[in-house]
Nanobody
Framework: QVQLVESGGGLVQAGGSLNLSCAAS????????MGWYRQVPGKQRELVAV???????NYADSVKGRFTISRDNAKNTVYLQMNSLKPEDTAVYYC?????????????WGQGTQVTVSS
């Protein structure tokens, strides 16, 4: 089984910063993507940023230039540095790890961490 443990959420004023981290453990295939998604009540979960084990990165347009995703492959840990936070960044942030092997996709989620940005 795979477990993802997130940390680093909280309450911050607009313009502030937070750093999220997510440690994955268990039977994880070495070639994988790790990412962050977020969700607000009544809306679909949306991609924030994703990084491959080779370092390829994609960001949602809404966070480009403000958020930075990184990972430590040796620790199976992914980070999200969030700067210049806006009230619209308020959401539950979920960590994700996924890989594809033998024509099957494996996807696992963390429990979520609340990020609240006050105006």
């Amino acid at each position: 089984q795979v477990q993802l443990v997130e940390s680093g959420g909280g309450l911050v004023q607009a313009g502030g910063s937070l750093n999220l981290s997510c440690a994955a453990s268990g039977s994880i295939f070495s070639t994988n993507d790790m990412g962050w998604y977020r969700q607000v009540p009544g809306k679909q979960r949306e991609l924030v940023a994703v990084i491959s084990n080779g370092g390829s990165i994609n960001y949602a347009d809404s966070v480009k230039g403000r958020f930075t995703i990184s990972r430590d492959n040796a620790k199976n840990t992914v980070y999200l540095q969030m700067n210049s936070l806006k009230p619209e960044d308020t959401a539950v942030y979920y960590c994700n790890v996924r890989w594809r092997r033998l024509m099957r996709t494996y996807k696992y989620w963390g429990q979520g961490t609340q990020v609240t940005v006050s105006s």
